[in-house]
C-alpha cells in the first residue's frame, strides 16, 4: 500500500491540478507509516527477539524488568540455567508469562510476583504466582475472560495443560506444564508438581 500511495503521489504531482489530493494521499501515505510500526511494535511484542538469541530464559528475564519497571510490582525470578528451550514451545511459555503479567497488571492489584520456571526430563513447567486480591476461578470461566482462554488453548496446542488456583484474598498461581517432546501424561505431571 505504501509503494503504490507514493506511486499516486507522484502521478498526482504531475498532473495540473493535483494538490489537493496529492495532499490526501501524504496523509494517507503518514497513516500507512503508522499502522506498519504498529504492527511492528506489536509483532516484537508477541516474539520478542530475545526468544531467538537469548532463549526462553533471557526473554522471561526482560520481560520480567519490563513489567517491574512499568508496574512498580516486585518481581522475583527463579530460573534454574540452562533450560534448553526455544521454538514453539519457548513461544508458548513465554506467552502465558506475558498474558499472566498483563493479568496481574490489571486486575490483581498485587505488590509482588514471583515466576518460576521448572525445567524436568521431558517437561518444563512454568509458574507466575502474585499476592494480589485474587478470584473464583470457576466464576472467570463462566464470563468471556479471553486472557484465562487465551493462556489454557496455548497450552492445549502444546500439548500441556494449564491450572489457575486463585479465591478472594489469596492472589493467583497461573500454572503451564508443557511436555518437551513426548514423555509424561500432562495431568499426571501436574498432579505430582502441585
Not at 82 to 98: K, T
Not at 161 to 181: D, H
Amino acid at each position: 500500500m505504501r509503494f503504490e500511495l507514493a506511486r499516486l503521489d507522484r502521478s498526482i504531482s504531475e498532473s495540473r491540478d493535483g494538490t489537493a489530493a496529492s495532499a490526501q494521499v501524504r496523509d494517507l501515505a503518514a497513516m500507512v507509516d503508522t499502522a506498519i510500526q504498529k504492527v511492528r511494535k506489536i509483532a516484537a511484542a508477541l516474539r520478542p527477539a530475545a526468544l531467538d538469541y537469548g532463549g526462553l530464559v533471557e526473554a522471561i528475564r526482560l520481560l520480567a524488568d519490563e513489567f517491574e519497571r512499568r508496574t512498580g510490582i516486585g518481581c522475583t525470578l527463579q530460573i534454574p540455567e540452562p533450560v534448553d528451550s526455544r521454538g514453539n514451545l519457548a513461544n508458548c511459555l513465554f506467552s502465558i508469562c506475558q498474558e499472566s503479567l498483563t493479568n496481574i497488571a490489571r486486575h490483581a492489584g498485587a505488590t509482588a510476583v514471583e515466576i518460576r520456571l521448572t525445567a524436568d526430563p521431558g517437561c518444563l513447567a512454568l509458574t507466575v504466582r502474585d499476592n494480589g486480591r485474587g478470584f473464583e476461578p470457576d466464576a472467570a470461566a463462566q464470563t468471556s475472560s479471553l486472557g484465562l482462554l487465551g493462556m489454557r488453548e496455548r497450552a492445549r496446542m502444546a500439548g500441556g495443560i494449564l491450572s489457575v488456583i486463585s479465591g478472594p484474598g489469596e492472589g493467583t498461581t497461573i500454572l503451564a506444564w508443557i511436555p518437551a517432546g513426548g514423555g509424561a501424561h500432562a495431568g499426571d505431571a501436574l498432579a505430582a508438581f502441585v
